[in-house]
C-alpha cells in the first residue's frame, strides 16, 4: 500500500511513491513532499518538452532547464509549456 504525502502540487494528501525517483537529498524530498499522481503528470510534461523543444540530456543547459521547470511544475508555478500540445478531451474517451 502507497504511502501517503501531502503532495505540494495539489495540497492534499495523496499516495506518495514507494521510492525516490532518483538518488541523493533531492529524490527524498520528493517522494517526501509530491504524490506519485504529480509525479507520473511531470514525466509525461517532461517527454513533450525534451521532443517539443529537442532537447538534449547530453546539454548541460538542457538538463538545468528541465529542472528548473520541474520545480516550477511541481509547486504550482507558471511552468514552460510544450507548443502545440493539446491535451486530450475527456469527453472524446
Same mark, same amino acid.
Given at each position: 500500500?502507497?504511502? &501517503? $504525502?501531502?503532495?505540494? &502540487?495539489? %495540497? #492534499?494528501?495523496? *499516495?506518495?511513491?514507494?521510492?525516490?525517483?532518483?538518488?541523493?537529498? #533531492?529524490?527524498? *524530498?520528493? @517522494? +517526501?513532499? $509530491? /504524490?506519485? =499522481?504529480?509525479?507520473?503528470?511531470? =514525466?509525461?510534461?517532461? $517527454?513533450?518538452?525534451? +521532443?517539443?523543444?529537442?532537447? /538534449? @540530456?547530453?546539454?548541460?543547459?538542457?538538463? #538545468?532547464?528541465?529542472? %528548473?521547470?520541474?520545480? #516550477?511544475?511541481? /509547486?504550482?508555478? *507558471?511552468?514552460?509549456?510544450?507548443?502545440?500540445? $493539446?491535451?486530450? +478531451?475527456?469527453? *472524446?474517451?
Amino acid at each position: 500500500m502507497p504511502l &501517503k $504525502v501531502f503532495c505540494r &502540487k495539489y %495540497q #492534499k494528501e495523496m *499516495d506518495g511513491m514507494l521510492t525516490p525517483p532518483f538518488p541523493g537529498p #533531492k529524490g527524498l *524530498d520528493i @517522494m +517526501n513532499h $509530491v /504524490s506519485q =499522481q504529480a509525479w507520473q503528470e511531470w =514525466q509525461a510534461h517532461q $517527454v513533450r518538452l525534451i +521532443n517539443e523543444k529537442a532537447l /538534449s @540530456m547530453i546539454n548541460p543547459e538542457h538538463r #538545468k532547464f528541465l529542472q %528548473q521547470q520541474m520545480e #516550477k511544475f511541481l /509547486s504550482n508555478q *507558471d511552468f514552460a509549456q510544450a507548443e502545440g500540445y $493539446v491535451p486530450p +478531451n475527456p469527453q *472524446d474517451a
